[in-house]
Nanobody, 122 residues
């Protein structure tokens, strides 16, 4: 049974930091591209960051460039999202996702985590 379990969300003031973690089980983690999506109330689930299987390619949506950093540790089956300089507009449920394609989209995600809430107060 494949599981992706996120942790690290919470309430933080604007300008603060959080580090999200996502631990995978039941899957050969190193064979998957990994991404972090987020979904704010009333909005679609959008890709925030993605990382290739060997961490040689990384990409971010424009709104988080320079503030967020995605990384992975294949030995620990874990992907991370370090979030700095947080803004109220970063408030959302954050989901990790595993896919076989670098071109990650909601349509081609193989596995989703359950989500972790991030709330940034102004």
């Amino acid at each position: 049974q494949v599981q992706l379990v996120e942790s690290g969300g919470g309430l933080v003031q604007a300008g603060g930091s959080l580090r999200l973690s996502c631990v995978a089980s039941g899957v050969t983690f190193s064979t998957y591209y990994m991404g972090w999506f987020r979904q704010a109330p009333g909005k679609e689930r959008d890709l925030v960051a993605k990382i290739s299987r060997r961490s040689d390619r990384i990409d971010y949506t424009d709104s988080v460039k320079g503030r967020f950093a995605i990384s992975r540790d294949n030995a620990k089956n874990t992907v991370y999202l370090q979030m700095n300089s947080l803004k109220p507009e970063d408030t959302a449920i954050y989901y990790c996702a595993a896919t076989r394609s670098w071109t990650i989209s909601r349509a081609n995600v193989d596995y989703w985590g359950q989500g972790t809430q991030v709330t940034v107060s102004s």
